[in-house]
Nanobody, 128 residues
């Protein structure tokens, strides 16, 4: 049984940084796809970043390029999302998501759909 457990959300001032973690249980980070979606009430869900595990290809949403960085620790079976220069527009619930198939990972991320496995989410608040 796959279980994704997020941590690291919280309150940060604009311009600040946070690092989100996602511990993956029952999911091998050498296969499939894993990434982060975010949801703001009243807005469409957004695929923030997705990584195709077999080849390491990574998709970033335009809104976070240059500010967010995805990384992976295969020993800990954990992925991270380093978020820098945060703005109020980055606030929301961040979900770690994964799927066993990675062939369409970029499309899945662009439309923020198609992932079979979801964590419960961690909330990010950006406010002064």
């Amino acid at each position: 049984q796959v279980r994704l457990v997020e941590s690291g959300g919280g309150l940060v001032q604009p311009g600040g940084s946070l690092r989100l973690s996602c511990a993956a249980y029952g999911f091998n980070l050498r296969y499939g796809v894993i990434g982060w979606f975010r949801q703001v009430p009243g807005k469409e869900r957004e695929g923030v970043v997705c990584r195709s595990n077999p080849d390491g290809s990574t998709y970033y949403a335009d809104s976070v390029k240059g500010r967010f960085t995805f990384s992976r620790d295969n020993v800990k079976n954990t992925v991270y999302l380093q978020m820098n220069n945060l703005t109020p527009e980055d606030a929301g619930d961040y979900y770690c998501v994964a799927d066993d198939l990675s062939e369409e990972f970029q499309t899945m991320c662009e439309v923020a759909e198609g992932m079979d496995y979801w964590g419960k989410g961690t909330q990010v608040t950006v406010s002064s």
